[in-house]
C-alpha cells in the first residue's frame, strides 16, 4: 500500500481512536483500522495502542498500513454488463442473482471474480472486496460504480461518505401509497430478534431515504428510492416499516407476494464525479425483463 499515514490531533477529534481515524481516513473501513490497531500498525506518540484509546489534543498518530495481500480469488470469464469503462473506473449493470463480492456459502461466481478476469482492480479494501466501493444485495439489480486502482477507490469512497453521489432505484412495494411523495428517517442496524435481518434500532446508524410514486396499481405501487445514506437492507428495512414491504422480498416481505427470484429492486441511477477529471457522471439504465414483465402483468391485472 502507500506510504505511511500521519495525523496531528486537533480540537474536535479527540475520542476512541478507531472511530477518529475511520472519520479522518473514510477512505478505509473501520474494521480495516481496528486491525491495524490491533497489529501494532497503529501508533501514537511513538507507542502502540488499543482500539478503545482515547486520543488527546496534541497527539501525533502514525498508521503503517501493511501491503496487501496477494488476491488468491480466482478470475472467471463470467460475462459483465459494462455500462461505462475508462482507466479508473468501471460502472456495471449487476443481473439479479449475483453476489457481489465472495463470502461465506459464495466463495466463487461473484461479480469480483468476473471483474478480476476483466481488469484490474483497486486494493483497499482487503482480499476479497477488491475494487467494490458500494454493493447491492444478490437479489437487486443494476448500477454498480467500481474501482480500478486505489486513487479512484479513495475518490469514490470519500463522495460515498460525504453523500455527494447519486443513487436512484426503482421499487414495486406491496400496498398503495398515499401520498405522492415521502422522506424516511429512521435509524438501521442488526435485529435484535434475528441476526439475518437489518432493523429500525434506536442506537441504529443514520439512515435516509426519499420515496416518489411512480405508479398506483390495485395492490402495488411503484416507487422510486433516492438514498442519502448507503445502509444494509435499508430500502427493504425502510419500505417495510412504513407499512410497504417489497413485492417478491423473502426476508422482508409477506409470506405472500408475488413470484420471482427475490425483491423487485433495480438499481436505476447513478451519479459520482470521475476522480480524476473532477467531471460530474451520470448514468442509467431500464429495468431488467423479469421486472418490466411483471409490471405489464399488473397492468394487465391488477391496474386501477
Known amino acids: 500500500m502507500e506510504e505511511n499515514l500521519r495525523l496531528v490531533v486537533k480540537e474536535g477529534m479527540t475520542g476512541r481512536i478507531d472511530k477518529q481515524l ?3 481516513f473514510s477512505q478505509y473501513s473501520r474494521s480495516q483500522i481496528q486491525k491495524w490497531i490491533g ?3 497503529v501508533k501514537v ?3 502502540s495502542v488499543k482500539p478503545k484509546h ?3 489534543v496534541g497527539d501525533e498518530v502514525t498508521i503503517a498500513p501493511e501491503k496487501p495481500q496477494k488476491i488468491d480469488l480466482e478470475p472467471e470469464n463470467i460475462p459483465l454488463d459494462i455500462v461505462y469503462e475508462d482507466d479508473d473506473v468501471v460502472v456495471v449493470n ?5 453476489v457481489v463480492h465472495p463470502a461465506p456459502g459464495h466463495p466463487d461466481h461473484t461479480l469480483v471474480n468476473a471483474l478480476l478476469y476483466h481488469c484490474p482492480l483497486s486494493t483497499i479494501n482487503g482480499e476479497f472486496r477488491p475494487g467494490i466501493v458500494h454493493r447491492i444485495d444478490k437479489d437487486t439489480s443494476g448500477l454498480l460504480m467500481v474501482a480500478k486502482n486505489d486513487m479512484a477507490h479513495r475518490s469514490l469512497a470519500a463522495q460515498l461518505k460525504a453523500k455527494t453521489n447519486k443513487r436512484e432505484y426503482v421499487a414495486l ?3 398503495v401509497i398515499k401520498d405522492d411523495q415521502g422522506t424516511i428517517d429512521a435509524p438501521i442496524g442488526r435485529s435484535r430478534k434475528d441476526r439475518k435481518k437489518q432493523a429500525i434500532v434506536s442506537d441504529g446508524r443514520h439512515a435516509i431515504t426519499h420515496f416518489k410514486v411512480l405508479k398506483r396499481y390495485r395492490h402495488y405501487t ?3 428510492c433516492r438514498l442519502e445514506t448507503g445502509r444494509t437492507h435499508q430500502i427493504r428495512v425502510h419500505m417495510k416499516s412504513i ?3 417489497l413485492a417478491g422480498d423473502p426476508l422482508y416481505g409477506p409470506r405472500k407476494t408475488l413470484p420471482g427470484a427475490g425483491q423487485y429492486l433495480h438499481a436505476r441511477l447513478l451519479g459520482f464525479k470521475h476522480p480524476r477529471t473532477g467531471k460530474e457522471m451520470v448514468f442509467t439504465t431500464p429495468l431488467p425483463d423479469y421486472f418490466q414483465k411483471m409490471l405489464d402483468k399488473l397492468d394487465r391485472t391488477d391496474s386501477n
Request: charged share 10%; net charge positive; glycine share 24%.
Open 243 to 245: 407499512g410497504h414491504p
Open 222 to 224: 411503484l416507487v422510486s
Open 54 to 56: 482515547k486520543l488527546a
Open 45 to 47: 506518540n511513538g507507542h
Open 94 to 98: 449487476k443481473p439479479q442473482g449475483m
Open 22 to 24: 475511520g472519520h479522518h
Open 39 to 41: 497489529d501494532g500498525n
Open 173 to 175: 412495494v406491496h400496498g
